[in-house]
């Protein structure tokens, strides 16, 4: 986990940024990843939003982790979104910690890492910090953004900040506005990392500790929500780990403590306790209806983007009542928006995961999409 | 291309707006887009259908006209198509209430119940019809109202529904109807597509 990595690509933002919270950053750097090549024409870039705990390395492997892109399924040579043939681009968020701006950083007030003093962050501070990005990389317009969960929350704010910047938009399994139950399950995400008091109210930096303990909770917390009952049942059942009977402890005797123990500990070796509660907070605080007067009819009304909105049938952290709702807005302000929902028991996960159903659909639009930007280029 | 979806093609005019409920794989947006300049959309509960659309680059929303209309605000859409689906809704009056209120006009086909060989098959046979049109055996058709293109012309009547134009379909050949010649149409259409709203 070097964020001074020299595989890091980085954009130095001079111009200020004035943030939500009322604060300003300048001069910060925004990490990004490119996959495939920018054509002639600039009709085949497509830009990625990533979600809570991913970063800018959506395809091949991960130079700092060395495992692969967390969006493999989806995006490289011969995949739904082919790098053969697009250009897509991905960038760390800003409150992240895989070279973005983020509460690791160095201070310049006082030369120490920021941790709680970085400024509260939003959805839409991050969005803003990436359209700088597609400027410096002289894209005018996307050919195709998409994102799912957070991602697909920043691509929604994409949209309604910059109406004319992208063909066509997917947003996958997301929402419009954090409901009670997301923010509630985020909260315990937080207070997980906050109890462990190595936490130290964020100043755990210096002592060049991690909180790993309560991390690895926040992470075992958001996997149970990515899974669905059916398929977490089908997946582990009742089944033991690697023994005949109960040990009668608290060890992980059953399968499914194995798992959410493996997956708390190695999410502890690739991310930072802070960046957690920063990014966690933006999404809560993430209510697109609410920064426009009107509603959410108001905040797509200058719309000439072309959207496919996907939901997943179990997924119950953004479920596709509230998936459907953002179609029935931009239905309602008249824009031009396809839904389909995919059947499957993978829940909110399934974006990542191999669902066949759910890679062709993806692949189908970017490619018809592709061709209807390519003739009003042409035109 | 299916007759009857040219004929509903000739209804509708150039550049408009129009909803295709029950879309299908999208062939006749596709043919209202790429031939008339329409603005198509479409609502459609099959996933492998809404994969095709997706695929042809039509937009399309993957839902049930039954339950999910109310999505489309008021006299959003030029026109509304509804094609030879009205007869499978538990509630078709609703529905129909529905399709009026989105759309300035309506165009609705139903496979018509009192073509003769519907009627004969249940008059000399005493069995449920079974023809090219009406596929299905009793026990699993999804047409749980079946009307004919006379009930469908006294229920607008009755509704205060105004009825624009009427056209008879059977094979190839098509006619107009009106309240004139409606009984032997009646008889002798396989299909009913209205033109009301």
């Known amino acids: 986990m070097n964020s001074k990595n020299e595989n890091i690509k980085k954009l130095v933002i001079s111009k200020p940024l004035k943030l939500d919270c009322g604060k300003t950053i300048n001069n910060f750097p925004l990490a990004y990843e490119t996959y495939g090549k920018l054509n002639e024409n600039k009709d085949n870039a497509v830009l990625v939003f990533h979600a809570l705990t991913g970063d800018q390395f959506v395809a091949g492997t991960n130079p700092i982790t060395n495992k692969e892109g967390w969006w493999v399924t989806a995006v490289g040579p011969g995949k739904a979104i082919d790098t053969n043939k697009y250009f ?58 998409t994102g799912g969960s957070m991602g697909g929350m920043q691509l929604l704010q994409f949209c309604a900040t910059f109406p ?71 997946k582990f059942g009742r089944k033991l780990q690697e023994k005949a009977d109960y040990e009668f402890s608290f060890n992980a005797d059953f399968q499914v403590e194995s798992y959410l123990r493996h997956q708390g500990y ?68 008249g824009a031009d928006v396809s839904f389909s929902e995919i059947i499957t028991d993978k829940g909110h996960d399934s974006f990542l995961l191999h669902v066949p159903e759910f890679l062709k659909t993806l692949k189908s639009f970017i490619d018809s999409m592709h061709d209807k930007f390519k003739n009003e280029k042409r035109i | 291309m299916k007759k009857e979806f040219k004929v509903i093609a000739e209804l509708i005019p150039n550049n408009t707006r129009v909803l295709d409920v029950g879309c299908g794989d999208g062939s006749l947006m596709n043919l209202l887009e790429k031939e008339k300049n329409i603005e198509v959309r479409g609502l459609e509960l099959n996933q492998d259908n809404v994969q095709q659309c997706i695929h042809k680059g039509l937009p399309v929303i993957q839902g049930n006209a039954e339950t999910e209309l109310h999505q489309f605000p008021n006299q959003s859409f030029d026109y ?63 047409n749980l109202h079946m009307c004919t293109i006379k009930d469908l012309f006294n229920f607008c009547d009755e509704k205060n529904i105004n009825i624009k134009k009427v056209v008879g379909v059977n094979e190839d050949h098509t006619s107009l109807i009106k309240r004139s010649n409606l009984e032997i149409k009646n008889l002798f259409s396989k299909l009913g597509i209205f033109l009301i709203g």
């Open chain 1, 88 to 145: 897509v681009i991905c960038a760390n968020v800003i409150g992240g910690c895989m070279g973005s701006l983020g509460p690791r950083d160095l201070n310049p007030e006082t030369k120490q890492p920021y941790g709680l003093d970085f400024p509260v962050i939003t959805i839409k501070d991050m969005v803003r910090a990436q359209e700088t990005l597609l400027e410096y990389l002289g894209i005018k317009k996307l050919l195709c953004a």
């Open chain 1, 164 to 234: 004319d910047k992208t063909f066509s938009a997917i947003p996958i399994a997301c929402s419009s506005s954090h409901s009670a139950q997301n923010i509630a399950l985020n909260e315990l995400a937080r207070q997980a990392i906050m109890a462990d008091p190595v936490w130290d109210k964020g100043k755990y930096f210096l002592k060049n500790v991690q909180p790993k303990n309560g991390l690895a909770v926040a992470r075992m917390v958001g996997h149970i929500s990515y899974l669905s009952e059916k398929g977490m049942q089908e």
């Open chain 1, 266 to 333: 190695a999410f502890v070796e690739r991310f930072d306790a802070n960046s957690v509660l920063y990014i966690s907070r933006a999404m809560d605080y993430f209510d697109l209806s609410k920064q426009f007067k009107g509603g959410l009819v108001e905040a797509f009304k200058t719309q000439k983007t072309k959207f496919l909105i996907i939901s997943f049938s179990s997924d119950w952290l953004y479920t596709t009542k509230e998936n459907k709702d953002i179609v029935i807005a931009l239905n309602s302000s």
């Open chain 2, 80 to 142: 509304v198509v509804l094609s030879q689906t009205l007869q499978a809704f538990y509630n078709p009056e609703k529905v129909l209430k529905e399709l009026l209120r989105i759309g300035k006009s309506v165009i609705i086909s139903i496979p018509n119940f009192g073509y003769w060989k519907v009627r004969t098959k249940l008059l000399f046979f005493g069995k449920m019809p079974v023809t090219k049109t009406l596929p299905n055996t009793w026990y699993n058709t999804p």
